[in-house]
């Protein structure tokens, strides 16, 4: 009898510790994970702090988070980096983002798999060969951690073929994920897909303007809500009529609503479509207004245009300030604005003539992933080479 309950003994701890391999195997990314501290007096001053951000007290709301991101709380963490990320409170510091974003990840914390995305999405915006790649590993561990928003950014980078090998099947599986979840970018993605049947698959318009249709209802609702970036979205879907019929008027309505919600793309978008459609002097001037508005706010496309404008002397603009423009567009990174300005010194048009400089500005170009700048940069340095092979 002993040796029978040996046996069973045995064959139980056996399936015990089978069972514990199993779990630290699946689980093996979690073990270092840091249990986040439970202060009811700290989730009280952190709640507190939201409330000033939901009113506009971003500066005071960014004090409670940075003190108590200092002592290991990582909600406060989490929200500092936003912060930081967004410019609430503060002048927009993504490497200071990046520090906060990565600490608080290290806790088992309700905010763990949203901060997961938002590394993502920073390492999206940043220059260097690995960066795509390592925002697709933060994304897939977000959406690993039940964080459904990321499905959006896998099918984006699968379809785009960003950090890792094009792959339409799982761009289309993440875009129905997305979908289902009822994100609008991802109803509307994969409704571009399906009306003309992109890809390979088959078309079915009435499904694709079904998923528009869920869109819009969406995007209404947030817009009336307050959301800018929702607004902008429905007057670019008015604005292009490329899923529904063109609508001028209800384009002009939303991106004007995102305009003067503050968002800059809405008022870049609703300057150029104004500028489009109307040829009314008095009309040309508000859009230039909203342009500058969307320049100064540091909305590198609405600098860009504006040198582009004041070049080509568009709107009784003067050529002399183009330059002016492109400089403030170099200086935010937009590709556009870098290939203009790298024109300028090629030619000598407006600024001294320095092909050294218009070389440096282009390589900083094709380091964005700038086609534009990628194409001029070819183009002299053939140039450059059958000049030595003549001499």
């Not at 795509?132 to 990321?150: H, L, Q």
């Not at 049947?197 to 998923?211: F, I, M, N, S, V």
Request: contains cysteine; charged residues 25%.
């Amino acid at each position: 009898m002993f040796n029978n309950f040996k046996k069973y003994f045995f064959a139980l701890l056996s399936c015990i510790l089978i069972l514990v391999i199993a779990f630290l195997w699946i689980d093996r990314e979690n073990i270092s994970v840091k249990n986040a501290p439970n202060d009811p007096q700290v989730n009280e001053m952190i709640s507190q702090a939201r409330a000033l951000q939901k009113k506009g007290d971003f500066e005071d709301a960014l004090i409670v988070f940075e003190k108590y991101a200092l002592r290991g709380h990582p909600e406060a963490m989490y929200h500092v980096a936003r912060a930081y990320n967004r410019g609430w409170g503060t002048q927009p510091n993504l490497d200071k983002a990046r520090h906060y974003f990565m600490l608080a990840v290290e806790y088992n914390f309700s905010y763990r798999a949203e901060t997961a995305y938002e590394l993502g999405r920073l390492y999206q915006r940043a220059i260097g060969p690995d960066c795509n790649k390592i925002a697709m590993s933060w994304f897939t561990k977000a959406y690993g951690w039940k964080y459904t928003k990321a499905a959006m950014q896998l099918a984006l980078h699968y379809e785009q073929g960003l950090g890792t090998k094009q792959n339409i099947r799982q761009a289309i599986f993440y875009y129905k994920v997305a979908a289902s979840h009822g994100i609008e970018q991802a109803l509307i993605r994969y409704a571009r897909i399906l009306q003309k049947g992109r890809y390979g698959t088959t078309a079915d318009p009435e499904q694709a303007l079904k998923l528009v249709e869920r869109a819009i209802i969406s995007l209404s609702h947030r817009s009336r809500g307050g959301s800018a970036s929702a607004a902008k979205q429905l007057g670019r879907l008015y604005r292009n009529g490329e899923l529904i019929p063109k609508n001028n008027e209800l384009a002009k309505f939303w991106l004007l609503h995102a305009a003067r919600i503050g968002n800059t793309g809405g008022m870049h978008d609703y300057a150029h479509l104004l500028l489009s459609i109307s040829s009314n002097k008095e009309t040309h001037k508000t859009a230039l207004k909203w342009l500058i508005s969307a320049a100064k706010k540091g909305h590198g496309g609405a600098m860009n245009s504006l040198g582009k404008y004041h070049l080509s002397q568009k709107y009784d603009l003067k050529r002399i300030g183009a330059v002016s423009w492109f400089n403030k567009g170099v200086a935010a990174s937009h590709g556009g604005a870098i290939e203009q300005l790298a024109k300028l010194y090629v030619k000598g048009d407006l600024v001294e003539k320095d092909l050294e400089k218009a070389v440096e500005l282009l390589e900083k170009g094709v380091a964005l992933g700038h086609s534009g700048s990628a194409r001029l940069l070819k183009r002299i340095n053939k140039a450059q080479s059958a000049n030595t092979k003549s001499q």
